[in-house]
């Protein structure tokens, strides 16, 4: 049976010779070819396609070639070259005693009573006169300190109150200080963030320093659940991690008597929830709970700095300011809400003094800042518990 071809057929290459349109007679005219002829045809045209298709692999292979060189050349220079890696942030130590946004024990007297009986502890030690060490003898300090409690809670503002309290200079290291992509060097960057402790403190052996690492939870899980969350090899870089801020940790024990050691985490302790190992380097493991009424109260008034007439403002609010703190503490408040409240609380202020209201920062700015804080981080982890 003969098949019919269509007419828009000579749009192929290969019909562009002229001896070929005159064989199938495609000038118009309905062609008709054999069943071999037709075969024929729609082989050359797979093997027309086959080579259009090569081509264009190969085209995009180089394309892609051509783009991507740049980047490869950047990261073999890189694995080879240390400048593009990425150094150790290391930090100063600082001094907290101008900072009014940190408060002492005596503002805070409501503080945790274990974490209250350290600190006082950790300054009688410091203050101890000569006559005293040498009738009772000088026992030997808690310098080292683990603070645990939900996100949010204010743990590192607690590391400070302790830093002021005991007129130390302050340093706070953060894991993103030394962590590293590169593998080794996550390791490198920390033993440096040590030397530089135990090199400034070394110097000044009559100074007080307090030392807070933020956030150890990975320096401080068992090895076990440590693999368990984390993907691929970097465990692998984080348990040479732990080993060596372990060690240190024994080193400045040694060396540096006169730094105070603070991790912070959200890793409770029940139920085998840290290392025995990293439990044995901390002298003390206190909860951190959220800060009630009074502690709340003064952090309140201590955040509402540059406002005008801020002395004219508590004395004449102070009973709203108390019934305000009384209600963040009901909702489980952490710093970080009160400051949040405070900041928006001012923007509101600004707000109307923009739009030609010029009149005092008010106590409603603030209770309407405390109304638009939906959740509160003791609200929102009552809310992620629940689900």
């Not at 080794?184 to 070394?202: A, D, H, Q, R």
């Not at 700015?365 to 518990?385: F, H, I, P, V």
Request: aromatic share 8%; charged share 30%; glycine share 4%.
């Amino acid at each position: 049976m003969i098949q019919p071809i269509s007419q828009n057929i000579s749009r192929y290459p290969i019909f562009k010779n002229s001896a070929k349109k005159d064989k199938y007679n495609i000038l118009g005219k309905k062609a008709a070819l054999s069943i071999s002829d037709d075969l024929d045809f729609q082989r050359k045209v797979v093997e027309q396609n086959e080579r259009m298709i090569k081509i264009a692999g190969i085209s995009a292979i180089l394309l892609l070639t051509a783009a991507y060189l740049p980047s490869l050349k950047i990261l073999l220079e890189i694995s080879n070259n240390k400048k593009h890696k990425m150094p150790a942030l290391i930090r100063d130590f600082k001094s907290l005693a101008n900072d009014d946004k940190v408060m002492t024990i005596d503002n805070c007297k409501s503080i945790n009573k274990d974490l209250k009986s350290i600190l006082e502890r950790q300054i009688n030690y410091v203050k101890a006169g000569s006559d005293v060490v040498s009738q009772t003898g000088k026992p030997q300090a808690n310098n080292r300190l683990l603070l645990y409690g939900s996100t949010g809670v204010g743990k590192s503002y607690f590391a400070k109150i302790f830093a002021k309290s005991l007129d130390a200079e302050y340093m706070e290291v953060m894991y993103s200080d030394y962590n590293s992509m590169w593998a080794g060097e996550g390791v490198e960057n920390l033993k440096k963030v040590f030397e530089k402790i135990l090199k400034t403190t070394e110097k000044n052996p009559d100074k007080k320093y307090v030392v807070t690492f933020n956030e150890i939870d990975a320096m401080v899980a068992p090895a076990d659940k440590v693999a368990d969350k984390t993907a691929g090899t970097r465990w692998v870089s984080i348990l040479e991690e732990r080993s060596v801020f372990l060690n240190y940790l024994e080193i400045l024990k040694e060396k540096a008597p006169n730094v105070t050691v603070i991790g912070t985490t959200n890793i409770s302790p029940k139920n085998n929830g840290l290392d025995r190992a990293a439990m044995s380097r901390f002298q003390n493991l206190v909860e951190v709970p959220y800060p009630d009424k009074e502690c709340l109260y003064e952090a309140l008034k201590m955040n509402l700095d540059k406002i005008k007439n801020k002395d004219k403002f508590i004395s004449e609010n102070d009973t709203q300011l108390k019934d305000l703190a009384q209600k963040m503490a009901d909702r489980k408040f952490s710093f970080r809400n009160l400051e949040y409240i405070v900041n928006d609380a001012k923007g509101y202020h600004l707000d109307d003094s923009v739009s030609g209201k010029k009149n005092d920062f008010k106590f409603e700015y603030l209770k309407k800042a405390e109304q638009n804080l939906k959740l509160s981080d003791g609200e929102l982890e009552k809310t992620s518990n629940k689900t």
